[in-house]
């Protein structure tokens, strides 16, 4: 029958709309158009699925909020290693920090500019110096012990003092007019109101009942008594509050001068770590430009071995500081989406009945809502791609070769890094670039990250991209 053939096509049309609105709701309305029938939803449709998009935007973006925080984490922790790999650069080339050793190595691999790094920091040294012996030579700190004593035995005396005077004073504020009636002198000659005349005036009238409940309460005769009580507690929690903010800033004095000291005795002592990092990187740079200076050096393997460790560390720092900003990048993204369907949802949830007639179509709402599926892959795919580079420590895989890409090298080649800036830079410039998983064997006792399918393959199959340097890319 017609009739049953068109209660079927509208069924069939509400099951095709899914959990977007109830089909027993006259909200939303299903129009039968020439050729079968057609789902229009209105503005209240509208808004229960833009809420329910909002709620999953706020999960994508707090899920990349929480990726970009580790992230951070992840590549703190590598910069600390770098730092390391970077100073023992230093101890393999230098046999002590001492001058004669630094001219010697200046003069061995021809950088004079190391004689500028050890003179910087034995200048520093002595700024350091001279500060420390200037606040030693104060009076302040070289009998803080006695003057912290004497200040803390007074402060245990005063503080109660003071707080039993403030106290005192906030309760006597408390009482109503209080302060009014003790600025007008009430109750002494020089109050305004006088005379027979002053029963008329609704000042003096209001100002007696308050007075007299003041001395009610304070159970004393006149209103002069309280006065004098108020402003006596006044003067006391102004002398005590100063003589206490005294000693406290000779405390702060003494405490300052202490952490200050303190301060640069470690800057001091961390000194010929900065040295040796310092000197470390600057070494590593020439020798990553100039290789065969290497051999002409004592351990050239172990210092071969320390470089490449240190350029796969700083690669891997680049990678991860890449990956942030591209989630933080999708993160605002995600929020900007929202901020715009947030803002089309108020304006119709403000105004209903003027919208009442509006309604959308089934391809209008498919564009607004549900299309949010990619930020799940986009979030899975980060955060395997971050685990992947962080726990990499295999830097002895490409020992064997001149040229290679320390991203394939991580990866193992089965994660794409077209995100990454050095690597789309390498694919414009070497379009020929194949990357050839069985030359880049995991080395014994290795850590490859890239040596399980588990982190997919999101690209294509080898081709990764990057740049090429006797050490690994330096792009």
């Given amino acids: 029958m017609p009739g049953l053939a068109l209660l079927h096509g509208s069924r069939l049309c509400f099951e095709e709309a899914g959990s977007r609105f109830d089909k027993d709701s006259p909200s939303s309305p ?5 050729g079968g029938p057609a789902v229009s939803f209105n503005v209240q449709d509208f808004v229960r699925e833009a809420d329910d998009q909002l709620r999953r935007y706020a999960d994508h973006a707090a899920r990349f909020r929480d990726l970009a925080g580790d992230t951070d984490r992840q590549r703190n922790e590598l910069t600390a290693r770098l730092a390391v790999a970077r100073t023992q650069i230093a101890d393999a080339v230098l046999p002590d920090l001492s001058e004669p050793s630094f001219a010697g190595l200046a003069q061995k691999i021809g950088i004079p500019e190391l004689m500028g790094i050890l003179r910087r920091s034995r200048e520093h040294e002595t700024r350091l110096d001279t500060r420390i012996a200037a606040i030693e030579a104060t009076d302040t700190y070289r009998d803080r012990e006695t003057i912290r004593g004497r200040a803390e035995h007074q402060l245990e005396e005063v503080r109660p003092l003071l707080e039993h005077a403030l106290s005192d004073l906030r309760a006597l504020d408390s009482l109503p007019r209080m302060r009014e009636l003790v600025a007008r002198n009430y109750g002494t000659p020089s109050y305004p109101h006088r005379g027979v005349l002053r029963y008329f005036k609704r000042e003096f009238l209001d100002d007696w009942k308050r007075a007299d409940e003041a001395c009610a309460a304070l159970k004393v005769a006149a ?69 065969k200076l290497i051999q002409s050096l004592d351990f050239p393997e172990t210092l071969q071995g320390r470089l490449r460790e240190m350029d796969g560390l700083e690669h891997q720092v680049e990678y991860l500081q890449s990956l942030r900003v591209k989630v933080e990048q999708d993160a605002a993204e995600v929020e900007e989406r929202a901020a715009k369907l947030r803002g089309e949802r108020d304006r119709y949830q403000s105004n209903l009945y003027r919208y009442r007639n509006k309604s959308f179509s089934n391809d209008q709402f498919d564009k607004r809502f549900r299309r949010d599926a990619r930020y799940d892959k986009l979030y899975t795919r980060y955060r395997r791609t971050g685990d992947t580079v962080y726990v990499f420590s295999d830097y002895n895989r490409p020992s064997a070769l001149e040229s290679f890409l320390w991203w394939d090298v991580i990866t193992d080649g089965r994660l794409d890094g077209n995100f990454i800036p050095q690597v789309q830079e390498y694919a414009a410039a070497h379009p020929e670039y194949q990357y050839d998983r069985s030359v880049f064997a995991e080395s014994p006792g290795g850590n490859s990250s890239g040596d399980s ?23």
């Fill in 223 to 291: 209103f002069p008594e309280v006065a004098a009580r108020y402003r006596d507690r006044q003067e006391q929690a102004e002398v005590l509050g100063r003589t206490v903010r005294d000693l406290d800033q000779q405390l702060q004095i003494i405490a300052d001068q202490e952490g200050e000291r303190a301060h640069l005795l470690a800057t001091k002592a961390a000194l010929p770590d900065v040295l040796r990092l310092e000197t470390g990187k600057r070494v590593a740079s020439l020798l990553q430009s100039s290789p």
């Fill in 453 to 475: 399918g588990d982190f997919g393959n999101f690209g294509g199959p080898s081709d990764r991209f990057g740049s090429a340097g006797d050490f690994g890319d330096n792009s």
């Fill in 30 to 34: 299903v129009n039968f158009l020439p």
